[in-house]
């Protein structure tokens, strides 16, 4: 997905264009200046069948057979009929810092993801870390 050492924010969503999805997708995008300012990349990840193509400017994936759902364990919503709507946010090593679950509030995912990121630890400056391995400081 590309975000390897970088601060995060992945949201689970089954289709492109059910209505819901789309308020959260239209959400997520219309939030996507916020996101990069605090240098957090936002992925968007729905299963095959939904995937029908969309015009925002988050990156979306495919989640062949729900592989990538099975594996970290999202749960199907309502009898198993929907798949799960999950948002992360991750920081820089790889710890998820944030979860958010709802299925019928998808633009909550969004404000509860930005709260989040405000939470992050801010990145270090790679200037700063080697000057202080020099012992002086910035």
């Known amino acids: 997905m590309g975000v390897s ?33 605090a240098g957090v990349a936002v992925v968007g990840v729905r299963n095959a069948a939904g995937a029908k193509g969309s015009d925002v400017g988050v990156k979306l994936f495919v989640d062949e057979g729900d592989a990538i759902r099975t594996e970290i364990g999202i749960q199907k919503d309502l009898f198993g009929l929907l798949g799960g709507r999950e948002t992360y946010v991750v920081d820089a090593s790889g710890t998820v810092a944030s979860v958010f679950n709802s299925q019928f ?14 939470e992050l630890p801010a990145d270090k400056n790679p200037l700063e870390d080697f000057l202080g391995k020099l012992g002086l400081k910035f």
């Not at 999805?21 to 239209?26: G, H, Q, T, V």
């Not at 509030?105 to 709260?115: F, G």
């Open 105 to 118: 509030s998808p633009e909550e995912h969004v404000k509860t993801a930005l709260a989040a990121v405000k």
């Open 5 to 37: 050492g970088k601060k995060a924010c992945i949201f689970f969503y089954g289709a492109d264009d059910a209505p819901s999805c789309s308020k959260e997708l239209k959400a997520f995008d219309a939030a996507g200046k916020n996101f990069t300012t």
